[in-house]
């Protein structure tokens, strides 16, 4: 038997109050891996440095030395960068499914 949160519940209904619906349920189904929020933070301030094209990004990357978190590769390339994001998205979305709202 599940019992009902009512802090997701008022969650859902304040989204909804806001007309924006869909971020009723945003969420992780789980929590970032330290290498997940390393490459996080480090994106973040290359988007902010650096621009956002995936070239220039990969090139920033590989500069810092950053692994990526599921190959743990540290040659970045624009197909890399493409190639970890989308496993990553993955990751999270299959983790979301299982686990539903919140990490």
């Not at 008022?10 to 349920?25: C, F, V, W, Y």
Request: proline share 2%; hydrophobic share 45%; glycine share 6%.
């Amino acid at each position: 038997m599940m019992q009902n949160d009512t802090f997701k519940d008022r969650l859902s209904d304040r989204a909804k109050d806001t007309s924006r619906p869909m971020l009723a349920h945003q969420c992780q189904g789980r929590a970032l891996t330290a290498q997940e929020m390393a490459l996080a933070d480090a994106l973040m301030d290359i988007y902010r440095t650096d621009g956002h094209d995936f070239d220039q990004v990969a090139a920033a990357l590989q500069a810092r030395g950053i692994a990526a978190p599921k190959s743990g590769q540290t040659d970045w390339t624009k197909a890399l960068l493409a190639a970890e994001l989308a496993a990553i998205n993955a990751d999270l979305d299959a983790a979301y499914a299982e686990h539903g709202y919140g990490a």
